[in-house]
Every structure is written in C-alpha cells, then in structure tokens.
C-alpha cells in the first residue's frame, strides 16, 4: 500500500526517532509499504519520519545512481546491488574530506541544494530479519545512507544550508508544507487549507 509521504514543516521530521524492538507491529507489512511508497515516488531512500512514524529505521535502493556514466565502476557496483532495510542504525564513524553533491528529498520536492558530507561510513544496524550488521560504505552509497539516517535523527537536508540559502529558498519551503505544489505522489501536508 502506498503510504502518504509527510511534508516538509510537520514535527515528526524534527523529532529524534525511537529505537524499534524485535517484535514490532506488523514490521514486515511496514517495509513493504515502504518499499512501494518509495518506489512510487521514484526515491532512492526512504525513511520512517516521512511517512509519519518517529522510530528509526529507513530503507535505501540507489541503483538508479549506478546509471551515471561519471561515477567509477567500483562506484557503479556498489551502487547495483545496495537495496538495503536498516533497522536501529547507529553511524559509529564518518571519515574523509567533505564533498558536495546536489541532494532532493522526497518530503521537499523542488528544492535541490548542494549538501557537504564526509565520504565514508561505518554503520551498525539490523536488517529486517533482526539480524545485526556493521559496515563501511563510501561516495553516493555513503550519501544516501547518511540523507536518510539524518531523516531518523530529526535533521532535514536543507538545516545543512548556509544562511543565505535557507533564505533564498524560504518561500518555496512555506509553499511545500501549505501543499502549493504539483506533484505526482500523495503527500500530507502540515498547513494544508482544509476545504479547499
């Protein structure tokens, strides 16, 4: 099922989420809908928060990124086979010179910016069986799960944005959580005029 992806200005994109136990609630059925919301709405990650629950866990399939013809091939191969569920994720370190890359959110639709972040991870989470990981990941992989990590952390791509363009994209903003925008997924939005 198609969940309602939430709006950039609704709380639950702020709050810190809450680690899950085992034995969620119909987790399974949870990811799955997740799984069909993202792909939905052409994301390459998706996250809890957005679709209006504030416990962590986020799912990432970036193999559409494994299309670039700029990225190396170790890039491209990472990329290909990285459809991942991360459940409790704890990033214990990143590392690396801060790069930018253009980042779009699927909460923040027609706002893309320029984000910094550091180029290499290593994370510690439990897959969807409960099963527990730690990994490195690098580059875009890297990215991806840093963007939606931020998601269960509270933390929206456009905090990391200089003053100066936190201002310059103030409207657009304020016109996302009124729902003053043409998109092709359903979405919820915080300041939406009832009966309109």
Same mark, same amino acid.
Request: proline letters at 7%; zero cysteines.
């Given at each position: 099922m198609i969940l309602p992806i939430v709006a950039? #200005? %609704?709380p639950v994109l702020k709050k810190k989420a809450k680690d899950i136990p085992k034995d969620y609630p119909k987790l399974k059925e949870l990811i799955a =809908?997740?799984?069909?919301?993202?792909? #939905?709405?052409?994301?390459v990650g998706l996250?809890?928060?957005?679709? #209006?629950?504030? +416990?962590r866990l986020f799912l990432i399939d970036p193999s559409p990124f494994a299309e670039d013809e700029e990225l190396s091939d170790d890039d491209k191969k990472q990329l290909k086979g990285l459809k991942k569920v991360f459940i409790n994720p704890q990033i214990i370190d990143e590392m690396g010179d801060e790069w930018a890359f253009n980042e779009g959110c699927l909460? +923040?639709?027609?706002?893309r910016e320029d984000v910094f972040r550091q180029p290499n991870i290593t994370i510690e989470y439990y897959d969807e =069986?409960? $099963? !527990?990981h730690t990994q490195e990941y690098t580059g875009l992989a890297a990215r991806v799960i840093q963007h939606e990590y931020d998601h269960i952390e509270g933390?929206?791509?456009t %905090? $990391?944005?200089s003053s100066l363009k936190k201002r310059l994209i103030k409207g657009k903003l304020e016109n996302i959580s009124k729902g !003053?925008?043409?998109?092709?997924y359903r979405m919820r939005f915080p300041k939406l005029k009832k009966g309109r």
């Open positions: 950039y #200005g %609704d =809908n997740m799984w069909e919301t993202m792909y #939905g709405a052409y994301g996250a809890a928060p957005q679709v #209006g629950l504030p +416990i909460s +923040i639709p027609e706002v =069986n409960f $099963k !527990k933390i929206l791509f %905090d $990391k944005l !003053k925008i043409n998109i092709e």
